[in-house]
């Protein structure tokens, strides 16, 4: 089945330490994005990436690392130095010629405690 | 950059009845509205989009109309549902998106 797959669903972690998401599509799209979901704030962008070992921050980047090695795979960091890390994020990619559409996991949530 | 609002932030209609949720945009320069239905410990998906060459599209029972010169868009649901509660998103510019709107179906 294609698709995009993220991992751990859950995850908890303690202040201070930095923790690493994995985001995996089997769809060859060429665009991956991360966003992060925080009740009545909507979806707010981190980082994306359209084409292997290049990536740009969007909206809310600080305190977030992102890497692109693999056209499959798109993990995303959230460090030490993110004030608020306690979130929902959600993965997602799309081809860079296709309908517009982006494709999205069903998510990581991350609770530091 | 693009900048999206969405009204309402919550929506309760009784089952059977209409809903309706619309969103602004700022660039004038968007050319692509989709709107993501998000289940509840899921991820969005999308359920209708169009694009700014078109005023109206309709998919059985949920529409889409866009106001170019207003810069705004809506998403009608016809004949509601249970299975509609959800959270809504609309977007511009295919990845700004508005703060969603969770709507409830009354029995």
């Known amino acids: 089945d294609g698709g995009i797959t993220q991992s751990p669903k859950y995850l908890f972690r303690k202040e201070g330490q930095n923790v690493t998401l994995s985001c995996e599509q089997n769809?060859?799209?060429?665009?991956m994005y991360w966003y992060r979901q925080d009740p009545g704030q909507g979806l707010r962008l981190i980082y994306y990436s359209q084409i292997v070992n290049d990536f740009q921050k969007g909206d809310i980047a600080e305190g977030y690392s992102v890497s692109r090695e693999k056209k499959e795979s798109f993990p995303l960091t959230v460090t030490s130095a993110q004030k608020n890390p306690t979130a929902f994020y959600l993965c997602?990619?799309?081809?860079?010629?296709?309908?517009?559409?982006?494709?999205f996991g069903e998510g990581s949530r991350l609770t530091v405690l | 950059g693009e900048n999206v609002e969405q009204h309402p932030s919550t929506l309760s209609v009784q089952e059977g009845d209409s809903a309706v949720i619309k969103c602004t945009y700022s660039d004038s320069a968007s050319n692509y509205f989709p709107w993501y239905k998000q289940e509840l410990g899921k991820g969005p998906q999308l359920i209708i989009d169009i694009r700014s060459n078109v005023g109206e599209k309709k998919d059985q029972r949920i529409a889409v109309t866009l106001n170019k010169t207003a810069k705004h868009f809506s998403l009608h649901i016809t004949e509601t549902q249970p299975e509609d509660s959800a959270v809504y998103f609309c977007?511009?510019?295919?990845?700004?998106f508005g703060k969603g709107t969770r709507l409830h179906i009354l029995p």
């Open positions: 769809l060859n799209h060429d665009a």
């Open positions: 997602a990619s799309s081809p860079l010629r296709g309908t517009g559409e982006l494709f």
């Open positions: 977007a511009a510019s295919r990845v700004i």
